[in-house]
């Protein structure tokens, strides 16, 4: 089994990408800085916590590597 070792944190919102870009366009839209918004309005952030014993680490590792070297499909 590989770990990175890396700190996880949890957010409390149900869609953090959305909710991260949503914020963005509210600070563009309004001339506001982005820090300031995400500051007042952000999901909050669970403690530290460690990842979940078992799963398919493995397989999914595997994966990521895979995504990671890829650079993209032939345009021509």
């Known amino acids: 089994m590989i770990a990175t070792g890396a700190t996880v944190h ?4 149900v ?3 959305a909710d991260g870009a949503a914020l963005q366009a ?3 839209l309004h001339g506001d800085d982005v820090r ?3 500051d007042a309005r952000a999901a909050e952030l669970l403690p530290d916590t460690q990842p ?3 799963g398919a680490l493995e397989e999914l590792f595997a994966r ?3 995504a ?3 650079r993209g499909g032939d345009r021509s």
């Open 68 to 70: 990671a070297e890829w």
């Open 10 to 13: 949890m957010s409390t919102s």
């Open 26 to 28: 509210a600070a563009c």
């Open 52 to 54: 979940r014993p078992g």
């Open 36 to 38: 300031d918004v995400r």
């Open 15 to 17: 869609e953090a990408v």
């Open 64 to 66: 990521y590597l895979a």
